[in-house]
């Protein structure tokens, strides 16, 4: 079972970046593809971006495509998201979450999908 804790978020401008970092621990970050999710009160997980097993593949929502970038680094066992161009309607916490899959290309957009979740961490944009 693999532990998740996210970091790097905060209060920043529109316009403004914040790279946000997820650490595993307890597992091998390479057997699992990896998401972000964002949620504000009220509201369930929205999917921001996957990457797979190995980082071959990508999958972001439209809301983000163009202005953030999700990548990992399997032997840090760590699973970024570079955020540029932020806008207060990007404000939420935000999730990492662990797949665990068989396949080395799946990068998944459903909450659905994923098997491990870290607690979050809040990034709020002021217009």
Do not use: H, K, M, N
């Given at each position: 079972q693999?532990?998740?804790?996210?970091?790097?978020?905060?209060?920043?401008?529109?316009g403004g970046?914040?790279?946000?970092?997820c650490a595993a621990s307890g597992g091998t970050l390479s057997n699992y593809a990896m998401g972000w999710f964002r949620q504000v009160p009220g509201k369930e997980h929205d999917f921001v971006a996957a990457i797979s097993r190995s980082g071959g593949r990508t999958n972001y929502a439209d809301s983000v495509k163009g202005r953030f970038t999700i990548s990992r680094d399997n032997a840090k066992n760590t699973v970024?998201?570079?955020m540029n161009g932020l806008k207060p309607e990007d404000t939420a916490v935000y999730f990492c979450a662990a797949d665990r899959t068989f396949y080395s290309d799946r990068a998944y957009n459903t909450e659905?999908?994923?098997?491990?979740?870290g607690?979050?961490?809040q990034v709020t944009v002021s217009s």
């Open positions: 693999v532990a998740l804790v996210e970091s790097g978020g905060g209060l920043v401008q529109a970046s914040l790279r946000l970092s970024y998201l570079q659905s999908s994923y098997d491990y979740w607690q979050g961490t």
